[in-house]
């Protein structure tokens, strides 16, 4: 008998033996899972691009004094990043603008402003992309396990009805079925849960940076229409 428990405790076992619906619980949590570790690797390189290129612009920022010379070096880099193309965006409305004869220099900046604000929209937008998932997954995936345990239970016990004699070797099995779905639910949430409050914390310091950084790019702007 001892023998006989082992081989069907083992989790293979558990799995094959489960019900229909238990296994299907099982199947979808597995894909899950999967893709928000694909997503987990994928935006983690996307946040790395993204400090990269934002160390990479401030750094050179610092040392022009003029929209020109950024103009060049953001034309010039092999890896443009969000406040490279923000700054793309506020230069051409500047110029479109600075073109148009009785602009006035607030009226000028302001629709500056505009253009920043779209791309910096996009940006975030790009960002925040496929964290949803993450989210979902974090917050549905324990309930879908649970589900699948309570399904599992309830067989389990049902078995057991026309049993005149109910053992821990009848039990077990079942039991332990049903608390398979709850282990894999918790195995898709847990890692979900973590990457997504790590890069909503990555986009707040990178939503500081950006905004720092449309600042400056409109000092500066509005500094070559003052020095001209």
Excluded: C
Excluded at 57 to 74: I, K, T
Excluded at 94 to 113: A, E, H, N, Y
Excluded at 175 to 199: D, H, K, S
């Amino acid at each position: 008998m001892p023998v006989t428990i082992s081989e069907n405790m083992s989790f293979f076992s558990l799995i094959a033996n489960a019900s229909i619906l238990v296994q299907l619980v099982m199947i979808a949590l597995l894909g899950m899972s999967l893709v928000s570790w694909w997503y987990i690797f994928l935006k983690r390189e996307v946040f790395k691009d993204a400090f990269r290129s934002a160390n990479a612009f401030e750094g050179y920022f610092a040392s022009v004094n003029d929209p020109g010379s950024l103009y060049q070096h953001v034309r010039a880099s092999k890896s443009r990043g969000a406040l490279d193309r923000i700054f793309e965006s506020a230069l051409r409305e500047f110029t479109k603008l600075q073109q148009q004869s009785g602009m006035s220099l607030p009226t000028l900046m302001d629709g500056t402003r505009r253009a920043m604000n779209a791309q910096y929209q996009r940006e975030l937008d790009r960002l925040e992309m496929h964290l949803s998932f993450l989210a979902t997954v974090g917050s549905v995936s324990p309930y879908v396990g649970l589900f699948g345990t309570v399904w599992g239970i309830m067989n389990a016990f049902r078995g057991l009805a026309n049993v005149g004699q109910a053992t821990l070797a009848q039990v077990a099995p079942g039991i332990a079925e049903a608390l398979v779905a709850t282990a894999m639910g918790l195995f898709a949430a847990i890692p979900a849960v973590l990457a997504y409050n790590r890069y909503v914390r990555d986009i707040e310091r990178l939503t500081a940076r950006y905004e720092s950084g449309m600042d400056e790019i409109s000092n500066l702007l509005q500094r070559s229409v003052t020095v001209s």
